[in-house]
């Protein structure tokens, strides 16, 4: 027999991985390095391996094996909880006029890439929503440069 319990990990383990989020601030919106709401500090961090679950779901995937399923389990997170909340803050949180925030955008775009696995294109869709943020910047600010294509 054989069991699917594979299948149903990311699903189990999104609870804790979103509320994780709620401390994550990569487009360092928060001035102060050491400001805190609720009962942590603010995690600033484009990296994904900061946050706490991540080192040990790695750890976790390393000891399977590359021939277990749960090898795909990190990435699979990643794409469910991570990459919708990174959509999210590009499109209501990015300043593309900030070069700061622009340069931690661009930061963790990168850090997403790396867990781009299959051809569902989710990659994509934080693509589509920093291209979104970047055309309605444009429109806003340099109304007479950009003309929209139609």
């Known amino acids: ?5 594979h299948l149903s990990l990311p699903e189990v383990f999104s609870f804790f991985v ?11 919106l928060v001035t102060d390095d050491g400001a805190s709401w ?3 500090k603010a995690m600033t961090s484009t990296q994904l391996e900061a946050f706490d679950w991540f080192e040990e779901m ?11 399923p749960d090898t795909e389990l990190v990435p699979k ?4 909880c991570i990459f919708p909340e990174v959509a999210r803050r590009l499109r209501s949180c990015w300043d593309p006029t900030s070069g700061r925030q622009t340069r931690r955008a661009a930061a ?19 693509l589509l929503a920093a291209l979104e943020r970047l055309r309605h910047a444009l429109q806003h600010f340099a ?8």
Do not use: Y
């Not at 979103?18 to 360092?28: K, R, V």
């Not at 790695?58 to 277990?68: K, R, Y």
């Not at 963790?108 to 934080?126: I, K, P, S, T, W």
């Not at 109304?143 to 139609?150: D, G, K, L």
């Open 108 to 126: 963790l775009l990168d850090e997403c890439l790396l867990f781009e696995v299959g051809e569902d294109g989710a990659f994509n869709e934080l």
């Open 1 to 5: 027999r054989q069991a699917f319990v």
């Open 77 to 80: 997170i990643v794409q469910k």
């Open 38 to 40: 609720g009962p942590r």
């Open 58 to 68: 790695a750890s976790f995937t390393e000891l399977m094996g590359d021939d277990d």
């Open 18 to 28: 979103e509320h994780s989020t709620f401390w994550w601030d990569p487009l360092s």
């Open 143 to 150: 109304p007479e440069v950009f003309v929209p294509a139609e």
